[in-house]
């Protein structure tokens, strides 16, 4: 990583405001630098979205993420053609609205003294020769250019930072689901998932936010097929749809450098422009804050000791979705049939967020889970599923 940066105390500009922008944002700004976020909307009015992260959300944005939750989840159902497991938590999960998150985001940021600028879109980057690189803004239908000597783009999955400094675009996964009401046997503090591979590699879920209403979705591989699954889901579960939320996820398939020189001037990506996703649940906001605070370490400290953490976090879940991407329905059946107590009790221990601890105690408790998983990591698709 280079050094340039925090030696020379620059102003920082993050395009973006998405909550890993507006992070890694108020990290700098409380550390005492300047820094101005440049979003491209006229105002600030992200789309809802209903979410559910893990209890390691409370150690990062603080009140924002405290303010932004709206449900708790103590256990979840797993279900399988027949087949039932139930997982305690230790520590519930958390069910947050993102839209709220984010504009306690935007409060805590300019407290910190950062200047976010709304009506500013980048649509250019470029290095211009003399120091710094030029960022051409369209702003109240003209363009301008801006100078910029340290640039983060928080610009999402489609970023225009990482297009122009030569990253190479992200492989998407579309996430489709409803809002619905609650069937009256699932308890308001309990997730259910479902597991369909003939749909989706991935599963349905459905995640209350309240009482009254839950989130039902799924993660497709194409988006009209995604779709089709999710109604005819619906339809089959008599959900009937209140309202549908849908976005375009990138898919982690090996880890994106966060930071390269451009002439002279340092660009960081964070967040979904860095693909900093849970590949097995395409769940980004734990990852994504991760990546804020290493692109602010770096920054300001050059210490990259927050990246390999996170680098290392991101290829177990890709080492776990590629087992899990090979699972046919007989693999599901068998899998929940051989959790047991221990494996249960890890389940409820470690967070999704700690997938390298999740795997480890999971084949101590249970064997017969290392079988099941370096058959579909080494044999062929059409194997036997049995163990």
Do not use: H, K, N
């Given at each position: 990583m280079s050094r340039t940066s925090h030696a020379n105390g620059a102003p920082v500009t993050v395009v973006g405001g998405s909550a890993t922008g507006l992070y890694a944002a108020t990290l700098l700004a409380e550390a005492g630098r300047d820094v101005r976020v440049l979003e491209g909307s006229e105002e600030y009015a992200p789309d809802a979205r209903t979410l559910i992260v893990t209890r390691r959300m409370k150690d990062l944005p603080g009140d924002p993420g405290?303010?932004?939750i709206v449900n708790i989840i103590n256990?979840?159902?797993?279900?399988?053609?027949?087949?039932?497991?139930?997982?305690?938590?230790?520590?519930?999960?958390?069910?947050i609205e993102r839209s709220t998150l984010l504009h306690g985001m935007v409060e805590r940021a300019r407290a910190a003294g950062v200047d976010l600028q709304m009506g500013n879109r980048v649509r250019t980057l470029k290095a211009n020769g003399t120091g710094g690189v030029t960022l051409g803004i369209g702003s109240n239908g003209a363009t301008r250019d801006v100078l910029a000597h340290t640039v983060v783009g928080a610009d999402g999955t489609f970023s225009c930072v990482a297009k122009a400094a030569g990253w190479p675009p992200l492989e998407t996964v579309p996430l489709i689901q409803a809002i619905v009401r609650l069937p009256d046997d699932l308890p308001p503090d309990t997730t259910r998932v479902w597991f369909h591979p003939e749909d989706t590699p991935y599963f349905y879920w459905l995640i209350p936010e309240s009482p009254e209403?839950?989130?039902?979705?799924?993660?497709?591989?194409d988006g009209p097929a995604a779709g089709r699954c999710l109604e005819r889901f619906l339809e089959r579960h008599q959900f009937e749809p209140i309202e549908f939320q849908a976005a375009r996820i990138p898919c982690?398939?090996?880890?994106?450098?966060?930071q390269r020189r451009l002439g002279d001037t340092d660009i960081y990506l964070v967040g979904d422009a860095a693909a900093q996703v849970k590949v097995t649940t395409v769940g980004g906001i734990v990852t994504g804050f991760r990546g804020?605070?290493?692109v602010a370490e770096s920054i300001l400290h050059g210490r990259t000791a927050a990246f390999r953490q996170l680098k290392r976090e991101?290829?177990?879940h890709r080492l776990l979705r590629r087992s899990l991407g090979r699972f046919r329905q007989a693999d599901y059946e068998l899998l929940l049939d051989v959790l047991n107590p221990g494996t249960h009790g890890v389940l409820g221990t470690y967070t999704r967020d700690e997938a390298g601890?999740?795997?480890a105690r999971l084949c101590l408790a249970q064997p017969r889970l290392i079988l099941l998983a370096l058959r579909t990591l080494v044999l062929p698709p059409d194997r036997p599923s049995t163990v």
């Open positions: 405290d303010q932004s256990r979840f159902e797993l279900l399988t053609d027949g087949r039932a497991a139930t997982i305690e938590l230790d520590e519930p999960d958390l069910v209403r839950g989130a039902l979705g799924l993660i497709g591989e982690y398939r090996r880890w994106v450098q966060p804020a605070l290493g991101l290829d177990w601890r999740i795997l």
